[in-house]
């Protein structure tokens, strides 16, 4: 059940988030099949005829990398957020996502990674092998492409993520039975997988409970935010 929070937001919103939060590599829809969903098709509008590649810089490259140490769970919550955080606050990041995307299908390939780290390296402040570590670990999924919800989870700021109103909407898919706290159960439940649910919850779980609050959840969000 959805709460209250995601009243605005679409059947076909609210559908791809469930199949995005689908932890199991084996039963999760792939990513082309992903591309075929109502929702993603405006994904799929072609590029401006000869616009050329928005260069990443080094505020993308420190959220890649906090993105790449942070907790398990945090980084299925900014997933979920990625998918529901309004259009007007990721534009940038969506046009720079389209401009690296050569062929137009929805995903970024290694390649078309380092052709944008190329492009870009001397505002990005990092080397090759750096950026060829942060493309593993901002690939969540472990497909070898990097798609749309993972580029913006893994390169949206702390003001674009740390709203309360985002925080909520993402801890409330969590909480499915609306008592205010994350169980182990419901959590197995939203990823349809409980392989790393006990680390996901020991990671996060301040006093212990084997819960998560909401306090809990916004302390782990704000780690490591600034």
């Not at 792939?30 to 990443?56: D, I, N, T």
């Not at 080397?127 to 901002?138: C, P, Q, R, V, Y």
């Not at 994350?182 to 301040?206: C, F, G, P």
């Amino acid at each position: 059940e959805w709460t209250a929070d995601w009243d605005n937001a679409s059947a076909d919103v609210k559908d791809f988030i469930s199949q995005m939060l689908t932890f199991s590599r084996k039963d999760r829809p792939s990513a082309s099949k992903l591309l075929e969903h109502k929702w993603f098709q405006v994904m799929r509008s072609g590029k401006a005829e000869g616009a050329g590649m928005l260069r990443l810089n080094a505020g993308h490259a420190a959220n890649m990398r906090k993105f790449r140490a942070a907790a398990k769970l945090k980084k299925v919550a900014l997933t979920v957020i990625a998918q529901t955080v309004k259009e007007s606050e990721i534009a940038d990041l969506r046009a720079t996502f389209k401009s690296m995307d050569a062929n137009n299908d929805g995903t970024l390939t290694v390649k078309e990674m380092l052709d944008a780290f190329t492009a870009s390296k001397e505002s990005m402040g990092l080397n090759e092998e750096d950026f060829k570590a942060i493309i593993s670990g901002i690939d969540t999924d472990g497909s070898g492409k990097i798609d749309y919800s993972e580029f913006l989870a893994s390169t949206m700021s702390a003001k674009q993520y740390m709203d309360e109103s985002n925080l909520w909407a993402a801890f409330s898919t969590f909480d499915k039975d609306n008592d205010g706290k994350i169980s182990k159960a419901e959590l197995a439940e939203v990823l349809k997988d409980n392989t790393w649910v006990a680390q996901m919850i020991q990671e996060v779980d301040l006093d212990g409970d084997e819960q998560i609050s909401f306090s809990e959840f916004k302390a782990m969000m704000k780690k490591d935010a600034a």
